[in-house]
């Protein structure tokens, strides 16, 4: 009996939003663009005895690829301090958290009932990033240790790592990075959201360790816009054109351009169809466009990425908006020729190392639950690094954001029903993921706010918050406090059990003082 092997691809449609400059260097290389060449001697024939050079440069994949090869780079921790690691992580833990999800998510104390969105919390993308820093601090003790931003978008985790005294790269007034803060010797630990090519030559050229706890979904966002370059195509990034991840995104692109919302993507699409005011078009995307963007020769081929943090339903509804745009341009004939979505509905996940695929026509909710518990599974089973040992999904539109989001719509439509006073989103406050959450219940009337840690309910019955808008403010938070409350709590991809349960603690001790 013969045996086919099966390679399942799906890469997906995902986007990051760049912005050029976000990274300046210390020193003056850093004011180009990397290219390193090979040089390989290509003899003519005899009768000339001519010699010439063929310099065949590397692509940006294959340069970060080299890069993450050599001796002084790290992905897969340090097996030795593991399990002193382990002990550490427990600090984010949460027996009320573990109490809600063994309880149908609804506890009731102190006159407050609590519904906690059935999908919150640390992502596995975070869990092992933190868990790769936290080694290599052990790992290192006599070392120096640097990041080169936060960690994640959490306050009490970069904290943490202040607390085990990581050294946090300095930004000027300007933006730029103080490198120069790094010596030789020194560790350079690059955070979640990953590091710009620029970034990553620059510390490839110095004595220095170097550990990478990029999330896996982010250098697969790297691997799609690869994908459009080969093709040919502009990437047409679906993101926050300054957001760290898009920044790191938008350095392995050659010819780019960021949409942050449906509003900006129309804009490009009308261009496309029906031209315009080039000069107006430059001056708004100024800061979300590759060097020497061209609109009037570049959009004629787009590709579609996103942000990994982005609001899933949107990335959808602009990647449909390209679809028909091209279509009406160029006609139904050869759509791939001017447009392509790297996106399926097919999680490629690999009982130590396992796959799942799924019938295309099946239920996509119930595929990504089976396949976030054979996720949890092996996570249980062989701990939070190297997850791509034994479970891998190819889908680059984070799984975790949009169950986030899903659950956090599940608590809307029944907010009525179940009588939600109120919506409490908890997560740092500069979290793309986090804030996307909020956005659902303001958008749909439900009073909701966004915090960052429990310090912003106070004890005189105010909070304090970060709007829809960005702005933080401070009002009342219970209406009544001789009422009983009846609330929803959810908490972003970066955000800890702990943090929650010490924001419910909050609310349930002003209402016991008020009783």
């Known amino acids: 009996m013969k045996f086919a092997k099966c390679a399942l691809l799906s890469v997906v449609a995902s986007a990051v939003a760049g912005t050029v400059g976000a990274f300046a260097p210390a020193s003056p290389s850093f004011m180009t663009k990397t290219t390193i060449a090979t040089t390989t001697p290509l003899f003519m024939s005899t009768e000339t005895n001519v010699e010439e050079e063929m310099v065949k440069k590397e692509t940006k994949k294959e340069e970060r ?162 994908m459009h370059q080969k093709k040919g195509l502009t990437s ?23 949409v942050k919302d449906m509003k900006e993507a129309e804009m490009v699409a009308d261009y496309i169809l029906n031209g315009g005011d080039r000069v107006a078009f430059m001056e708004h995307f100024k800061n979300a466009m590759s060097e020497g963007f061209d609109p009037d020769t570049m959009l004629n081929s787009v590709g579609l990425a996103n942000q990994t943090t982005m609001y899933k339903k949107e990335t959808r509804a602009i990647g449909q908006l390209f679809q028909k745009t091209m279509m009406s341009k160029f006609g139904p004939i050869e759509p791939k020729k001017h447009y392509i979505e790297f996106d399926t509905i097919c999680p490629d996940t690999m009982l130590n190392s396992v796959g799942l695929a799924n019938q295309t026509t099946m239920y996509k909710k119930e595929t990504r639950a089976i396949g976030q518990l054979f996720q949890k599974t092996m996570m249980s089973k062989f701990g939070p690094i190297e997850p791509k040992k034994h479970y891998i999904e190819f889908d680059t539109i984070c799984d975790a954001t949009q169950e986030r989001q899903d659950a956090v719509d599940e608590l809307v439509d029944n907010a009525s029903e179940l009588g939600l006073d109120f919506i409490l989103v908890v997560g740092g406050w500069d979290s793309s993921n986090t804030a996307h959450l909020l ?69 349930f001790m002003l209402k016991k003082l008020n009783a």
Request: glycine content about 6%; proline content about 3%; some cysteine.
């Open 236 to 258: 047409i990034i679906h993101g926050k054109y300054a957001h760290e991840e898009t920044v790191a995104t938008v350095s392995f692109c050659e010819d780019y351009i960021c």
């Open 65 to 226: 690829l080299r890069m993450i090869n050599s001796d002084q780079f790290f992905r897969k921790g340090f097996k030795e301090v593991r399990k002193q690691v382990k002990e550490d992580m427990k600090s984010f833990e949460s027996p009320l958290v573990d109490e809600l999800k063994t309880s149908n998510y609804v506890v009731k104390k102190e006159g407050v009932t609590v519904h906690l969105a059935k999908d919150f919390g640390f992502c596995w993308g975070v869990e092992r990033s933190i868990a790769l820093a936290y080694e290599a601090v052990r790992h290192y003790p006599d070392k120096k240790v640097h990041i080169t931003n936060e960690l994640i978008h959490n306050p009490e985790v970069n904290d943490n790592l202040h607390k085990m005294n990581v050294q946090f790269i300095e930004k000027t007034e300007d933006n730029k990075k103080r490198f120069d803060t790094v010596q030789e010797g020194d560790v350079v630990i690059l955070p979640a959201f990953g590091a710009s090519l620029e970034e990553m030559d620059y510390f490839d050229k110095q004595n220095v360790d170097v550990v990478d706890t990029t999330c896996p979904w982010v250098s697969k966002v790297w691997n799609t816009v690869d």
């Open 439 to 507: 956005e659902i219940p303001v958008k749909a009337g439900v009073r909701s706010f966004h915090i960052n840690r429990a310090e912003c309910i106070g004890a005189d019955n105010t909070i304090t918050h970060r709007t829809m808008a960005g702005e933080i403010v401070t009002e009342p938070l219970l209406m009544d406090l001789g009422k009983d409350v009846v609330m929803g709590v959810t908490s972003g991809a970066s955000t800890p059990d702990a943090a929650v349960q010490d924001s419910l603690s909050s609310i």
